[in-house]
């Protein structure tokens, strides 16, 4: 892990999987009304996942990289609270949602598991320092 690029971990890549899911269905499904409402916040939220675990990453500290994770997650969070509200103004699917909800579910149980990860290294990384 310690040489490793974020764009190579599994939780990155479906995290960006997801944004670009996202990015889609904004270009084709959105109508232009929406551009500087709920168009944005929802950019905006599926960009800073993918942006905060490479933040996170960059940071080299285990306790940043946690709390960056952190932050993606809630962004993760976030992005599917918008796609309700687009479902329940009528811009995506019922069947779109249910797909996306997998793609989430799928990308917090990576999310979960890297933090996870993180926490045992750095609890082995302070038991070898000692």
Not at 14 to 24: D, F, K, N, P, T
């Amino acid at each position: 892990m310690e040489n490793q690029k974020y764009t190579d971990l599994t939780v990155y890549k479906e995290c960006r999987r997801l944004r670009i899911a996202v990015s889609e269905v904004i270009k084709t499904k959105f109508p232009p009304s929406e551009r500087f409402l709920l168009t944005a916040q929802l950019l905006d939220a599926s960009r800073s996942i993918t942006a905060n675990i490479a933040e996170g990453h960059g940071r080299y500290y285990y306790q940043d990289n946690i709390r960056f994770c952190r932050i993606a997650r809630g962004s993760l969070e976030e992005t599917l609270e918008h796609l309700v509200t687009a479902y329940d103004e009528k811009y995506v699917s019922a069947d779109f949602l249910k797909g996306f909800k997998q793609k989430h579910e799928a990308c917090i149980m990576l999310l979960n598991g890297y933090i996870r990860y993180l926490r045992k290294s750095k609890r082995g990384k302070a038991d070898d320092e000692n």
